[in-house]
């Protein structure tokens, strides 16, 4: 079983994001977490993992923008988490907007995260002197400086409303520049923007999605698959919760800031800081939390509506995302578990044809994945 931490070396971030889930007052500040504070928090992650059953440890480099520091400085982090917690199955990878990406980072990448990076790729919200073409061009020959150095770059993409009106632009997008597999993410109600699509826009742009790679399926043609579609088959066909479909986070994540602060949830934790306790405070502190002991209870009891009793989906989605709104009796009518994409799956896989189809799908999406818990996630904004 694995324990998922985002450790946050810093919050500083350098590249401005409409979107961001983090105050920008958060993202200017150049601090760093200290040896004090780091060992303060392995300590905790170490007891957290043996009380609760953790055998295998995912470490996201995490921020603000990890990057944005020196190689040395994360080798520095990188050994003190192997050395603290070498009982364990140990998982690095860093979560990176790729723009700080140097010459100099190449070295730490393959060495300590089996040179795989997971990198968020926005379509709409950044933009160089007010350009989004130039950010996204900038982004592709970082993709290729990585790529000429045998790593490979995981995208992450948060669908705005101008995505989600068009996937087939997003779905060309990425086999046209020579990615096989991209992770989605989804918008929440923390920090700005407006453009967060609903839950019917999203579950549209879902099965817009499926559509096009069962299209290429069926005319033998190479396809992108992602995570969102590839979970929502294996969900419908073998009852396997997935990404947003029974997921287990509230229990099996654990978000640590710069200074210590703690959170099951990277999107909360600037506006829950008053609620937690800090690594600081210790394993106890954390384990008796109220808050985190009520988002547990939140997402495997009362997060499932009256609706979910009858649904046919109910024993894998577990109600979708626990801090998704439901939308079901008011906004779209549609559920945080996104039914009606799940309904739009299981009707194609009713033939043989189809299950065939999604089954090669699911098959090549898990060849093309890593696991779901350290594939790069930037969490839902």
Not at 365 to 373: I, L, V
Request: net charge neutral.
């Amino acid at each position: 079983m694995m324990l998922t931490v985002y450790l946050k070396p810093t919050n500083y971030c350098n590249v401005g994001c409409d979107f961001c889930y983090l105050p920008e007052d958060v993202r200017a500040n150049k601090a760093r977490m200290t040896p004090e504070t780091l060992d303060a928090t392995l300590e905790l992650i170490e007891q957290l993992a043996l009380r609760e059953g953790h055998d295998r440890i995912a470490i996201l480099y995490h921020g603000g923008e990890p990057l944005s520091l020196s190689a040395e400085t994360l080798f520095w982090y990188s050994d003190k988490v192997r050395a603290r917690l070498a009982r364990f199955d140990i998982q690095e990878t860093v979560q990176t907007s790729l723009i700080p990406l140097r010459d100099s980072h190449i070295q730490f990448i393959k060495d300590r995260c089996g040179a795989f990076v997971g990198s968020s790729l926005d379509f709409t919200g950044r933009t160089i002197n007010g350009s989004n073409e130039k950010y996204v061009d900038l982004w592709m020959r970082k993709v290729e400086l990585a790529r000429a150095n045998g790593i490979t770059v995981g995208p992450i993409m948060v669908p705005t409303t101008n995505e989600t009106a068009n996937p087939a632009r997003v779905y060309e997008w990425f086999k046209a520049n020579g990615f096989d597999y991209f992770n989605i993410e989804r918008y929440n109600g923390y920090g700005a923007g407006a453009d967060r699509p609903d839950n019917k826009q999203h579950s549209q742009f879902l099965q817009a999605l499926f559509d096009l790679g069962m299209a290429d399926l069926a005319a033998g043609k190479p396809f992108v698959a992602n995570n969102a579609v590839a979970a929502s088959i294996g969900g419908v066909l073998h009852g396997q919760p997935g990404e947003r479909w029974g997921g287990k986070c509230q229990r099996d994540f654990l978000v640590v800031n710069p200074d210590g602060s703690l959170n099951t949830c990277p999107d909360r934790i600037e506006y829950e800081q008053d609620k937690w306790p800090k690594a600081q405070d210790g394993i106890d502190a954390f384990q008796t939390s109220s808050v985190r002991r009520d988002w547990i209870k939140v997402q495997m009891i009362d997060h499932v509506a009256n609706h979910c009793k009858t649904c046919t989906f109910r024993s894998f989605c577990k109600s979708g995302c626990p801090i998704t709104e439901h939308q079901v009796h008011s906004g779209s009518g549609e559920c945080a578990g996104y039914r009606s994409h799940l309904h739009h799956v299981e009707s194609y896989v009713n033939t043989a044809i189809g299950r065939q189809h999604a089954s090669a799908y699911l098959t090549a999406a898990g060849h093309k994945t890593f696991d779901p818990y350290t594939y790069g996630m930037e969490r839902v904004r």
